[in-house]
């Protein structure tokens, strides 16, 4: 950029040279690329400013003196960044925490030292005006902000689509509800600014309120700021707050002054995380004052939520024709229908990135727009081309700060699953409890979730209701998540070398293949977090001469150190062979196997043998000929999942070792949506270390085995929605550990064993849709420790004449509530 930019001068020229040294060494050098895009991001803040104090400056005449200390700053920040593209590698720590110091020495000098300068020079220019008997603006020269502006909500969006039907809604919420305050909540690009802007225009809006204000908060907020520019008008003299409680009372008074000539409302645009204090300022004890919020964040203290939704198809259809092709009646190429609906279908609803992508093909001739169509459907993603639409969604990444890293780095691992998939909560608590030593039981790994969706970077659902405080079970929890923050998080990950990435993520999906897959020497890499998802054209077997040469096989990938590895496949082949390069992974603790197509076959397990740190293992539709053998040694395994999985039984029948010399040290046991399992293997009743056994949706189980009742360490049993399960084993009685049981959907059951008072330790008992129990076996009065029994109005009837023994007793009914269109 020229250097006009920022003036001709000395500080225009230092500070394009500082600007261009950063971008430069941030495109070339991997290892520097996250922070200097921070500082980048800094500089960009500050460019107004720096145009405006060299104008000024000049046009004042003030000492040059004044400037040379930021000349300085800028001119040593050039020299170090020159510096970094020439350290080497033991040096690159050394050379972060300096760009780190320079980036913070930059915000501090503008936001402490030129504030100063400039309050005193606005002071002498008072002086001046004064002496010359000259009238001035009280608004734009208080010692607290600048002139910021009138407080009226900027016009009307120029085109308006797909906003009828929130529009409507936030009306209802407001005027007829009552609503005192109400949050729209979207991520970046979904139109908020727009609905907020149309809210304030609306005419029934502007009848029902006398007074309607408006301000944009951004970051980092400044409160005093705001209030001014609402509550003070531009003739209006500022008074001197003493801080920000002294500004929000006063506040307080003027609102109360407008409310006498009519209602109020109150729309904070762009409010980011961490500003609940300052909300908490607008929390008014008046029913004659509304607030309107617009957030990428959920702030549940300060008032409800509305999510903003992305356009459907007809809504994108109209935005983007808008944008992209003329309305004038120009002879410019106008594209075919069935042309423009491939396009808007890659922008997945939002509205930012139809609008950048329509006017990027605004008025061009039609061999571009079929050269963006055949990049977009060769994978190329929209956040890697589209510069707009990458910067607005990675500000939501920007706004985690130090003490959100983990969340930073948990949504970065979101990439590891494929597009328009859901993501089982169960792989993500798996992946994180290793990565990162998050609690084993998902408490830590849900509420990253929950702290994540609601900054709306995903969508955390949960099927069904009846969430437990003993057991956390979370194999109805799913997430998803916008491709486009997907591909953010992809796009984020290859910003450094193979060899230096955290996390490397490998798709075959599309008909390209990386440049490295088909080298001799593969690139090493040290990726603690490695996926590679396969499509049709992909053949797992290795060596295979019957393969046709259109597939891709497996090569031999150089990744010895990854402690997650995630596969995901969708292929018509009956078999899916393990690739061979897992024997290397010696420091391999989850493998997560995800089979997205037909039912397939598992094979070449074996090279899990000798994988003695392996503690994780989830299995997602595939079978399994058999999971013990000679060869394998999983003694440290604590965990295995197996979803949607068949032939289980078979499995473990044609074992040729015993279980427990397999799975010495398996603690949790999930079993989900295994159709054809009948039956458990008498085996797993010899896994004495055995914590958790989950087995759910399995509709031809008929019963548990009799020696269920050597688990002496079992604390968690779920036999959930097993419809031939007609009664429990008596040796149940013996599980003394056992704290939690649930027999939920076990329509057949018609008796519970009579032993079940033996369960001493049992606190929480789910027995809803069990219509054939008809009575409880005397024993359970002996159940003293009991807490908490989530039953349904048929099964509640069961316990009346036992309330009297169980003091600490509380009797739940809920009706079960589940979100099918989820399953």
């Known amino acids: 950029m020229a250097l006009a930019l920022v003036g001709g001068a000395a500080l225009g020229a230092a500070f394009q040279g500082l600007l261009t040294a950063v971008i430069k060494v941030s495109k070339k050098f991997a290892g520097f690329h996250s922070i200097l895009k921070k500082l980048e991001a800094t500089l960009e803040r500050i460019k107004p400013y720096i145009q405006e104090m060299e104008r000024l400056n000049d046009e004042l005449d003030r000492p040059r003196m004044e400037m040379e200390k930021l000349i300085q700053i800028l001119q040593d920040g050039e020299k170090l960044i020159q510096d970094c593209s020439r350290c080497y590698c033991y040096q690159r720590i050394g050379y972060a925490n300096k760009i780190k110091a320079l980036d913070a020495s930059l915000l501090r000098l503008f936001q402490v030292d030129m504030h100063a300068q400039v309050s005193r020079d606005v002071k002498e220019i008072l002086a001046i005006l004064k002496s010359n008997g000259c009238n001035w603006n009280y608004r734009g020269v208080s010692d607290e902000h600048e002139n910021l502006g009138s407080c009226n909500a900027p016009g009307p969006p120029e085109f308006m689509v797909g906003l009828d039907v929130p529009l409507k809604e936030l009306k209802r919420r407001l005027c007829e509800d009552g609503e005192s305050r109400i949050v729209i909540r979207a991520p970046g690009g979904c139109g908020k600014t727009t609905l907020a802007k149309e809210l304030c225009h609306d005419n029934q809006v502007r009848e029902y309120f006398k007074h309607i204000l408006y301000a944009t908060v951004s970051r980092p907020p400044n409160l005093i700021a705001i209030i001014t520019k609402l509550f003070w008008d531009e003739d209006e003299r500022v008074p001197k707050f003493q801080n920000e409680e002294d500004a929000a009372n006063q506040m307080e008074l003027k609102l109360k002054k407008k409310e006498e000539s009519g209602d109020v409302l109150l729309v904070l645009d762009d409010v980011w995380c961490g500003s609940e204090s300052l909300l908490a300022k607008f929390k008014f004890r008046t029913s004659k004052s509304k607030v309107v919020v617009t957030s990428r964040n959920e702030f549940p203290e300060f008032g409800s939520t509305y999510d903003l939704e992305l356009l459907n198809d007809d809504d994108a259809m109209a935005l983007f024709r808008h944008s992209a092709i003329p309305q004038n009646g120009s002879r410019n190429y106008t594209p075919t229908d069935r042309l423009v609906k491939k396009i808007v279908g890659h922008c997945k609803g939002l509205p930012l990135a139809l609008e950048v992508i329509g006017r990027s093909l605004h008025g061009r001739p039609v061999e571009i727009w079929r050269s963006r169509l055949k990049k977009l459907s060769e994978g190329q993603s929209i956040v890697n081309s589209e510069t707009d639409v990458r910067k607005r969604l990675q500000s939501s990444l920007d706004a985690l700060n130090d003490e959100d890293v983990m969340l930073k780095e948990c949504f970065m691992d979101l990439g590891s699953f494929p597009e328009d998939q859901k993501i089982p909560a169960t792989a993500l608590i798996d992946m994180w409890a290793e990565l990162y030593n998050l609690d084993k039981d998902g408490v830590d790994a849900i509420a990253n979730l929950h702290q994540l969706s609601s900054r709306t970077l995903l969508n955390l659902a949960v099927t069904r209701n009846d969430a437990s405080e003993i057991d956390g079970w979370y194999s109805d929890a799913v997430v998803m998540q916008h491709d486009l923050l997907r591909d953010l998080a992809i796009y984020e990950s290859k910003q450094e070398l193979i060899k230096e990435r955290k996390r490397l993520f490998v798709d075959f999906t599309g008909s390209e293949l990386p440049e490295w897959w088909t080298e001799e020497e593969q690139p090493r890499s040290s990726a603690r977090l490695v996926s590679i998802s396969t499509g049709e054209m992909f053949s797992s077997s290795q060596g295979d001469l019957q393969i046709p040469e259109t597939e891709v096989r497996w090569c031999n990938m150089q990744i010895p150190d990854p402690e997650v590895l995630i596969l995901n496949f969708n292929q018509t082949q009956k078999k899916y ?97 295994c159709n054809d399992l009948v039956e458990l293997p008498e085996g797993f009743c010899d896994l004495v270390r055995l914590n958790k056994l989950s087995i759910s949706n399995c509709p031809k189980l008929s019963a548990l085995p009799e020696g269920i009742g ?105 009706e079960e509530s589940i979100n099918w269109h989820l399953l």
Request: proline share 3%; net charge positive.
């Open 710 to 814: 050597k688990l002496a360490n079992l604390e968690v049993l779920r036999l959930r929605a097993c419809a031939r399960v007609s009664k429990l084993p008596d040796s149940i009685g013996s599980l003394h550990k056992l704290s939690f049981l649930d027999i939920t959907g076990c329509v057949r059951l018609s008796e519970m064993p009579n032993r079940i008072g033996g369960l001493r330790d049992l606190r929480e008992f789910h027995m809803r849709r069990c219509p054939g129990l008809c009575e409880l076996p005397s024993s359970v009065k002996d159940l003293v420790d009991l807490e908490s029994v989530i039953c349904d109005e048929r099964t509640v009837l069961l316990w009346e004449s036992f309330k009297h023994f169980l003091p600490n007793l509380t009797l739940s009914v809920r």
């Open 577 to 673: 062979k393990l690739p061979d390069f897992i024997k290397q992974m010696d420091k391999l603790k989850v493998l997560i196997v995800t089979n997205y197509g037909i039912a397939v076959e598992l094979t070449n397990f074996s090279v899990l043998g000798s994988l003695s740190n392996l503690k994780r293992i989830r299995l997602e539709k595939v079978s399994i000929p058999t999971l013990c053998n000679t060869s394998m040694e999983l003694k440290n395994l604590e965990k295995i999942s197996l979803v949607m999985c068949y032939k289980i039984g078979q499995a473990f029948a044609s074992s040729t070792i015993q279980i427990t010399e397999m799975l010495a040290n398996l603690r949790e046991i999930n079993i989900d949506y």
